[in-house]
Each structure stands twice: as structure tokens, then as C-alpha cells.
């Protein structure tokens, strides 16, 4: 899978959440986990038997105005609203960061209007916080990364992954040189020369 993503909860109350919430995210393969606006102690991390924030770098942010994310890491809400995109029909970004809400309350509107995205995972009522985020990461890694198509029928064979094709080289001086040539074609088709 090519990108990264970082995962993190706005406004924590139950730190034993958040433990489980990164375990899963080390396991999924996140770059980094984050805390906003929260009391999370990551000394205290029984839930998070991987000892994420000793593996992955961990941010605790403490206002929404002094969280920084990497430039072009997109910041994705999860949330159930009804303005939200359901997850199944989202595409993910190649770089994101995706943040959930406190367990009572959810996210702050604050944080929703800073969203470039956001998803919902189509449920009758809400999750717990670690099992949203758990499958919010399973959701991108099956729909970002490469596996063999599902049988037609249960318990048929899996097709194998398909070996991945090279394009042809592609020289980046050659297409801005083509790109440069192709403007000057049409300025003069213009007549704006």
C-alpha cells in the first residue's frame, strides 16, 4: 500500500479506548497515533499490548489549533451524520489522518468543519471507539492494498494476487518539455502570442 495514515481520538475519556484503539492501529500498519484535546497517559496502556506509542510516534496535541499534521495528510473525520459519507463508498486518501470522537458526544464541531472528509460506518447506533477505528483501518487496507479477487461462491478457490506490470519509464524533464511545447502550441492557435 503506498501512502500512510495516522489514526488518533479528539477529547478522550476512557484511556483504556485509546490502548485499544492503537494496538489495532500498530497492527494495520499506521505511521503515527495521536491524541486532541485529551488526558491520555500513554504510560498507562494495558489495553495496548503492542506498546504502540514506543513503536510508532505518538502526538498528543493539546488544542485543535496546535495540531500539525504533515502537508498533504488529509485530516477524516468519523462520525454518524447524516451529512457523513458511508464508509463502504469512500475512497481513502493516499495520505491521511483519520481522528473519532470522544465515546459520549463524538466529535466537536470544531474539529467536523476542519475535516476535509467525512465518513460514517453505516451502523444502527454507534461503536465502541476502538472497534470504529479497527474498522475504519481494515475498510482502507482492503480497499488500498492488493489481494487475490473473492470466489464466486463460499468456500471457492481465491484467485492469487496478479503480478503487478511496470508502465513504460516515464522521463519527467521529457513530459515538461512536451507540457511547455504544448502551451506555447496553443497560445499561438490563440493568437495570444
Do not use: W
Not at 475512497?91 to 470522537?101: F, I, Q
Not at 471457492?156 to 518539455?177: M, W, Y
Amino acid at each position: 500500500m503506498r501512502g500512510y495514515f495516522g489514526i488518533g481520538v479528539e477529547g478522550l475519556t476512557k484511556p483504556m479506548n485509546a490502548g485499544n484503539l492503537y494496538r489495532s492501529a500498530h497492527a494495520f500498519g499506521a505511521s503515527f497515533v495521536f491524541t486532541l484535546a485529551s488526558n491520555y497517559d500513554p504510560v498507562v496502556r494495558n489495553s495496548d499490548t503492542s506498546d504502540t506509542v514506543g513503536q510508532v510516534p505518538f502526538y498528543s496535541f493539546a488544542s485543535l489549533e496546535s495540531m500539525r499534521l504533515p502537508n498533504g495528510c488529509a485530516l477524516i473525520g468519523v462520525e454518524l451524520a447524516d451529512e457523513a459519507v458511508d464508509l463502504p463508498s469512500f475512497r481513502h486518501p493516499r495520505c491521511a489522518a483519520y481522528v473519532l470522537g470522544m465515546e459520549r458526544g463524538g466529535l466537536s464541531a470544531a474539529v467536523i468543519d476542519c475535516c476535509d472528509h467525512v465518513v460514517r460506518i453505516p451502523t444502527r447506533f454507534s461503536l465502541n471507539l476502538a472497534s470504529a477505528g479497527a474498522i475504519v483501518m481494515y475498510d482502507r487496507v482492503l480497499s488500498m492494498s492488493r489481494f487475490g479477487a473473492r470466489p464466486v461462491a463460499a468456500g471457492g478457490p481465491v484467485e492469487p494476487v496478479p503480478a503487478h506490470t511496470f508502465g513504460d519509464p516515464v522521463i519527467r524533464r521529457k513530459l515538461r518539455g512536451a507540457r511547455r511545447a504544448s502551451a506555447v502550441d496553443s497560445e499561438d492557435q490563440d493568437g495570444t502570442s
